[in-house]
């Protein structure tokens, strides 16, 4: 396997014994073609990739790479069609040996439509270094959100109502399963959210991070990208609850409407006194009840004048007052005065998704379009939405 892939590059093919489909423990051996890398984290790489099942008439070379290879773009999900599969992106990480994979348990767990299916699996060992990679091997959405915010403000112009609503709703209802199952995801960022800016799918990837939180046992409060850290984490809380996420989902809507992120700290502590100039000071009880060994800089001293709701105005001016209300329930330093999700799906900034005859139009486009199914609910999400319903989907869906 080619460690250099770029968007230009060639295609490298190789065999895999041992490929498992997301729900199966059997195995079969199949045909991996990569032909372009669509990302790059701390830990691997990700590739745009098609796969078939091998058939006794291959003769592969494990290290042929083929400029020239007809790839066809066929998706079925019948293991026996000779054909391929995909496209794919494929991330690619050092295969744990000491430990179960918690990324691979947990994409193995999910079926969302908003949170991104894994496909495949395998273990390969890359014939470059004879180190042993892990390969998930997930559906491809075209672009992260933090490229579709990069777009428009590049051009000065700032994602529409529309958008911010269709996209708002999907993370939270993301964050509403994996928070039903304790499922963390511990780093909420624009990079780790695929949209498809045509259709209005979106997606929440990359479970690197992620784990099933269990009351009473600690977990490490080092998590989480700066600018998207909950402030009981910048504290050093270890008893923190999937309320963490919520703060990271009220960032990226902050910067969906901003244009840029809304706490920008040069360090820990200076992520803080961001947030204290948004917030206000945070009061000694949430410091206390994130972390009574605190030993950090406190911000006690009021950083601007006015009350909080005033701030939220000034500062995130192109926002709708119903945005302003829903931010304001979101951003809050208490993890247990921040709205859930159930109660972010029903905020009446949402009304208009739940209207009649709703339609958006997609970045580029002239003509208004339905958005994607955004009330399809799964019985387990209609038991953990509750008495809500009612506020949360449109008459018809009753
Ligand atoms: N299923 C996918 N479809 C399309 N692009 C993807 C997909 N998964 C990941 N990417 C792209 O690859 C990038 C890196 O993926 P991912 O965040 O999972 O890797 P990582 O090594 O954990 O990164 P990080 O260090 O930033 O957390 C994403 O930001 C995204 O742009």
């Known amino acids: 396997m080619n460690s250099s892939l770029s968007s230009s590059t060639r295609v490298t093919k190789f065999l895999v014994n041992q490929v498992y489909s997301k729900d199966s423990t059997d195995s079969i051996p199949m045909i991996v073609k990569e032909y372009k890398k669509i990302g790059e984290g701390a830990f691997g790489i990700v590739v745009q990739a098609k796969l078939r099942p091998y058939t006794p008439s291959d003769s592969i070379n494990n290290n042929n790479n083929n400029n020239n290879d007809d790839i066809t773009s066929i998706s079925s999900n019948n293991l026996n069609n000779p054909n391929w599969y995909g496209p794919f992106a494929i991330k690619r990480v050092p295969a744990q040996t ?47 959100l933090q490229l579709e915010i990069h777009r428009y403000t590049s051009n000065r112009r700032y994602l529409p109502q529309s958008h911010l609503k269709i996209y708002s709703f999907q993370i ?12 963390c995801h511990r780093d909420i960022k624009p990079s780790n959210i695929l949209v498809d800016p045509s259709t209005g799918i979106l997606k929440i990837c990359d479970f690197g991070s ?44 902050g910067e969906m409407s901003l244009g840029r992120a809304v706490f920008q700290g040069q360090d820990r502590h200076s992520q803080l006194k961001e947030i204290a100039k948004v917030l206000g000071p ?20 009021p950083l ?58 997609p970045r580029g486009s002239i003509s208004p379009q339905y958005p994607p199914d955004l009330f399809n609910f799964s019985s387990f999400e209609k038991d953990l939405i509750g008495e809500q319903m009612r506020y949360v989907c449109p008459y018809n869906y009753h």
């Open 98 to 144: 000491e430990y179960k994979s918690r990324e691979l348990e947990i994409l193995r767990t999910a079926n969302h439509p908003n949170v991104i299916q894994l496909k495949f699996f395998f273990n390969y060992k890359a014939p470059q270094d004879n180190k042993i990679y892990q390969h998930l091997v997930m559906e491809c959405l075209p672009e992260s």
């Open 172 to 183: 939270a209802r993301a964050m509403l399963y994996l928070h039903g199952l304790d499922i």
């Open 304 to 361: 601007f004048a006015g009350r909080v709701s005033t701030r939220f105005k000034t500062i995130f001016r192109n926002a709708p007052l119903e945005l302003i209300d829903l931010l304001l329930n979101i951003l809050r330093y208490h993890p247990n005065e921040r709205f859930v999700p159930v109660q972010i799906l029903a905020h009446k900034y949402f009304d208009e998704l739940r209207g009649p005859d709703f339609q958006w139009k």
């Open 282 to 301: 945070p009061d000694r009880l949430f410091i206390f009840n994130s972390n009574p060994r605190y030993d950090g800089p406190l911000y006690s001293t």
């Open 210 to 253: 992620s784990k099933r939180l269990e009351s009473d046992q600690p977990s490490v409060s080092y998590i989480c990208s700066r600018f998207y850290r909950a402030p009981e984490l910048i504290v050093g809380c270890q008893y923190y609850s999937t309320q963490i996420d919520i703060w990271g989902l009220g960032c990226v809507v």
